[in-house]
């Protein structure tokens, strides 16, 4: 065990060190949030299949659904473990808070791999068909930077670059003590660009654990599956939606229409869902959506929904306590809020006053400061970032 004095080491957006209380205390704050149990104390949940679950959308589903449906099965992320240079990463942290307050009578894993590769897929559902024999849900929230092809072995890169044309907005800049409007200019991506990033990014492995569930036999009548996906206004619509993320999104729409076809004979569904915006760090990679984001807080102030609400909501509508919420492309929407005509019609206006001389009174950039610092555990109150921290956390065990 390693007590060390911990400094975050960030630059902008990227901090080089997580802080493994403030970690757990992040996870406690989502715990909190999440809405108590619903069914009878001690009758056993249904099995989910949560991949991603240690971060931003996946990891909300996962204490969702822990907490409020006492839901077994299994999660997988893939997180670093501390190194004699740096502590583990977030997600490690996370994760290993999540299996705490689960508790240890939780019929709960976590598989600490790389959801794309072939293992990862045996692995967990070796321990699928050993513990439960059929899966009622998965849940897809996976954002990642690459991905290797498991039926060639190409590595495809994910790429944030417009289509047709250049992209010029305004992005918001942490560099120096005094966040600033900055200017951003990318080209639009090539061919390659784009068909890479819906390698990575799109529904293909999606689809790929369908299938492995499928012929194994691990799919329960009834099954639901969703993909997170995302829309956003059309003020960053170039970089996201129109882009060569937007088009991976496309596929991963695509793909649910053909999964919801190949799911009907077992009365199963596959949806994508389209949630609101959030701090990840994902989103924060993506040039506009940090100024956008700020602007859209100090719209909404409070009514800025949690990951934990939407999760919240996302999990009704799965288990059929309120009906599903689909728009005209049959996707589930959580993003009414964000989306609302006169959220949209402030956030332009605000879009368009924007400067660095007016940021203070238009845009919430200390909260989104703090947002980002807590994807690592810093910024988190009550947290004693001054005393040393016990980072050598060890990864939950299966039971």
Known sequence: MTLREIKPGNRGFLYVNSHPEGCAAVVDELWQRTPAPTGPAGA????????????????????????????????????????????????????????????PDSDFAFLNADAFSVAAKEQALDHLAARYGKVDYLIYSVAAPRRTDPATGEVHHSVIKPLGSAYRAKTLQFDGDTP?????????????????????????????????????????DGFHTVALSYVGSDLTAPIYRAGTIGAAKQHLEDTARRLQQDLAPLGGQAHTVVAGAAVTQASTAIPSIALYTSLLRAVLGNDFQSTAQQAATLWQQLTGAVPLQL?????????????????????????????????????????????????????????????????????????
């Open 44 to 103: 056993a949940g249904p099995v989910a299949l949560i991949i991603g679950s240690s971060a931003g959308y996946g990891l909300a589903a996962t204490v969702t659904a822990l907490r409020t449906y006492g839901m077994r099965g299994i999660g997988i992320a893939f997180e670093a473990p501390e190194t004699e240079r740096r502590t583990a990463s977030g997600g490690w942290y996370r994760t290993a808070r999540t299996a705490a307050l689960a508790g």
């Open 327 to 399: 728009d005209e492309e049959q996707r589930i929407r959580l993003d009414g809020w964000e989306m609302d005509d006169k959220v949209q019609d402030a956030v332009h206006e605000h879009w368009a006053a924007a400067a660095t001389d007016t940021l203070a009174e238009l845009a919430d950039t200390d909260w989104f400061q703090a947002q980002v610092g807590r994807l690592y555990g810093w910024h988190v109150p009550g947290t004693d970032y001054a005393a040393p921290a016990q980072t050598t956390v060890p990864w939950p065990t299966t039971n």
């Open 180 to 220: 600033l409007v900055g200017a951003l200019e990318l080209e639009p991506a090539e061919d390659v660009e784009r068909d890479s990033t819906v390698h990575v990014m799109g529904g293909g492995d999606w689809k790929l654990w369908i299938d492995a569930l499928a012929d194994r036999g691990l799919i329960h």
